[in-house]
């Protein structure tokens, strides 16, 4: 029904920029909610950011505020990520959320989400 691929990860030194981009395939709503979570070794998966398909609402992990900025391409059904300032605590995996199911939701609640992309590697070296 939808699926979520990633691309755009890699490695980058402190202070670069990476753009992670989330293309979305079959059937999509306006009412999608699209986001990012992260997840570094023997670290709790974390919220990073997230932003209503058709609105102008955007959501971040207080950690990412003013280096991030999650964007969409209505036409191309693709959500980005802009990754400024990278700081090596950035370093993880990056996953593509989605969720198709108009609801009030906790955007930060993986279990919010029904899909998942198959995350993308994002290194940050010192």
């Known amino acids: 029904q939808v699926q979520l691929v990633e691309s755009g990860g890699g490695l980058v030194q402190a202070g670069g920029s990476l753009r992670l981009s989330c293309a979305a395939s079959?059937?999509?709503?306006?009412?999608?909610?699209m986001g990012w979570f992260r997840q570094a070794p023997g670290n709790e998966r974390e919220f990073v950011a997230a932003?209503?398909?058709?609105?102008?609402?955007?959501y971040y992990t207080d950690s990412v505020k003013g280096r991030f900025t999650i964007s969409r391409d209505n036409a191309k059904n693709t959500v980005y990520l802009q990754m400024n300032s990278l700081k090596p605590e950035d370093t993880a995996v990056y996953y593509c959320?989605?969720?198709?199911?108009?609801?009030?939701?906790?955007?930060?609640?993986?279990?919010?989400?029904?899909?998942w992309g198959q995350g993308t590697q994002v290194t940050v070296s010192s």
């Open positions: 959320v989605a969720q198709d199911d108009p609801q009030v939701m906790d955007v930060t609640d993986p279990d919010d989400y029904d899909y």
């Open positions: 079959g059937r999509t709503f306006s009412s999608y909610v």
């Open positions: 932003e209503h398909w058709s609105g102008s609402s955007t």
